[in-house]
């Protein structure tokens, strides 16, 4: 039985999550005016989904045995005590993941770009907001550990995204709440993906721990103050800012 309602397919992110969506924020969000900066920061952040994932790609293949990377300059193997780490494991579940995930948010990224040249709204970089930066600055250094810290922040930018997806829709012309809404699906997945494939390379003690410590950080980013407004950021008030 396939599962499609939207209750579903939020239930399990609203228990990953530690908190929800501050009304201020998405007041902020439903006003008008930023739904300007709310396309152009999504069509970026649909890139940076892409990329993240086509970065563990790399970084998985780079610690290949035959791999150039894992081979010093006179092609001496380099790598094989992170290798050997690596042959319990059957990465090919990574790549193939992170592959398809990769596409997905690229397509994500022409629909918001369609949406966009519809409505005569020009790309433009947007700023990053404290969010992602946050949380990755808290990741282990060791490469296991990094893998595992990165994949779970992964599932949390995927959940709260999902979240938000969901909260913002009802306040939304009817395509892109169509449009908002038809995201949550493969978001979801994202989100579930990650948190599965973290477990893979750590034990479930371990896992939840890591869970706990990004869950609480995520929770603080989303519901303090913050000096800007973006997808991600936590609560700002405005008082001008236009996009
Ligand atoms: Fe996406
Ligand atoms: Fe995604």
Redesign the pocket.
């Known amino acids: 039985m396939a599962v499609n309602t939207t209750d579903e397919l939020l239930a399990p992110i609203y228990t990953f999550l530690r908190c929800q969506t501050p009304e201020l924020w998405l007041a902020e969000a439903a006003k008008p005016e930023r739904l300007a900066l709310l396309l152009r920061e999504h069509a970026q952040l649909?890139i940076m989904?892409g990329q993240a994932a086509m970065t563990l790609i790399r970084q998985t293949l780079g610690r290949c045995p035959d791999s150039e990377a894992s081979q010093g300059k006179g092609g001496e193997f380099i790598g094989a005590a992170v290798t050997a780490e690596f042959n319990d494991i059957d990465s090919m579940d990574l790549l193939n993941k992170m592959s398809k995930?990769a596409r997905?948010?690229l397509r994500?990224f022409e629909q918001v770009m369609a949406i966009m040249k519809k409505r005569e709204i020009t790309y433009k970089v947007v700023s990053g907001s404290r969010y992602a930066k946050q949380l990755h600055s808290k990741t282990r250094k060791n490469f296991r550990d990094k893998l595992v810290d990165t994949l779970i922040i992964g599932a949390f930018?995927?959940a709260r995204?999902c979240e938000r997806f969901a909260k913002l829709a009802p306040f939304l012309d009817a395509e892109l709440s169509k449009f908002y809404l038809s995201?949550l699906k493969?978001?979801a997945r994202?989100?579930q993906d990650y948190i599965n494939l973290a477990g893979q390379y750590c034990s479930a003690e371990n896992l939840q721990l890591r869970i706990d410590h990004f869950a609480e950080l995520e929770r603080q980013l989303i519901c303090s103050d913050d000096t800007e407004f973006r997808f991600h950021s936590g609560v700002y008030q405005s008082e001008e800012e236009g996009e």
Do not use: G, M, N, P
């Open positions: 649909e989904a995930l997905e948010e994500h930018i995927e995204s995201l493969s978001e994202h989100y």
